[in-house]
């Protein structure tokens, strides 16, 4: 991966991304363009840095989660679930809270709503290498979308219709709902980018996101509650540091998850010139030893 190593490492900067799951058991994708300056082109979790507002709040990281989400894709994330006034605008105040002429906990407040700070799982926390020029320190959370939620996924005529949208290109090209091995799939046949970040969360989620149709099977639902012990366990409190550890002769590096993440496990990854990942393998500790 192509990046110039600045003279000092650059302070990361802090930001928050949200992993947002319907109950067809299906993650919300983003698709970044290619003027993006992170993960461009990729198919990312809605997220960004923090802004002064979200200062402000006694929960900034979440706040932004749900805030960028919003900004990003329009849906909604609130106690109480927002009413039909507040998606009626919605349109409209995405545009002016990411311009800067709203704030976002205003907005909701115009409405009677609070941000769902509460509902956030954290799933890890991730430091961009020191070597590259911009760098991040995100938080990642788990969020389940509720039934009652008027900006959830309806299934209408055994189609699904969903709201999110993208943000006319500013951020966003397009929104999609894809259920994980699907989304792996499409990486690897290169009809989606996935970043080692996003391919190993999606990754760690497949066990307990099987395809399903809704959360009224009771196997869906075990699983959904495995994953949040799994993420309240030590995994969600992990710092993950991912670093190339070597290449390898067929041109691939090998990524390590860093001292204080996921020792046993390690990304392979084929990065273009340009910073393009494909190719992109996970491998635990003992398929490592046989590279």
């Known amino acids: 991966m192509s990046s110039t190593k600045p003279a000092t490492p650059v302070i990361p900067q802090l930001s928050a991304s949200l992993l947002l799951i319907n109950s ?3 993650i919300l994708l983003v698709h970044r363009p290619t003027h993006s300056s992170t993960f461009a082109n990729g198919h990312v979790f809605p997220g960004g840095v923090t802004s002064s507002t979200d200062n402000e709040s006694t929960s900034p ?3 932004c989660a749900i805030r960028e989400t919003f900004e990003e894709t329009g849906l909604l994330l ?3 679930p927002p009413p039909q006034s507040a998606l009626a605008g919605a349109q409209a105040a995405r545009a002016e809270i990411h311009a800067g002429r709203l704030s976002f906990t205003e907005y909701l407040s115009s409405h009677g709503l609070e941000p ?6 954290p ?3 991730w ?3 020191k070597t590259m020029a911009r760098r991040f320190e995100t938080h990642m959370f788990l969020y389940f979308i509720p039934e009652d939620n008027p900006s959830a996924p309806k299934t209408v005529g055994g189609r699904t219709k969903q709201l999110p949208t993208d943000d006319g290109g500013i951020e966003i090209l397009s929104t999609r709902f894809m259920a994980p091995q699907l989304a792996l799939d499409a990486a690897k046949r290169d009809e989606i980018v996935l970043f080692p970040p996003q391919f190993y969360l999606i990754s760690m989620l497949l066990p307990f996101l099987e395809q399903s149709a809704g959360l009224e099977d009771h196997v869906a639902k075990l699983k959904r509650k ?3 012990r799994f993420a309240k366990g030590n995994f969600g409190k992990m710092t993950v540091e991912p670093h190339v550890l070597r290449k390898l002769s067929d041109g691939r590096v090998l990524m390590g998850l860093g001292p204080n993440g996921d020792k046993d496990s390690f990304v392979v ?3 273009s010139e340009k910073g393009n990942p494909r190719g992109l393998e996970l491998l635990r500790g003992h398929d490592v030893a046989k590279l």
């Open 123 to 125: 799933f890890t926390k």
């Open 61 to 63: 990281l979440e706040l």
């Open 226 to 228: 495995q994953l949040v």
């Open 127 to 129: 430091i961009t290498p």
């Open 78 to 80: 609130t106690i109480p």
């Open 116 to 121: 769902a700070v509460g509902q956030l799982i």
């Open 24 to 26: 067809r058991n299906e």
């Open 269 to 271: 990854v084929q990065f």
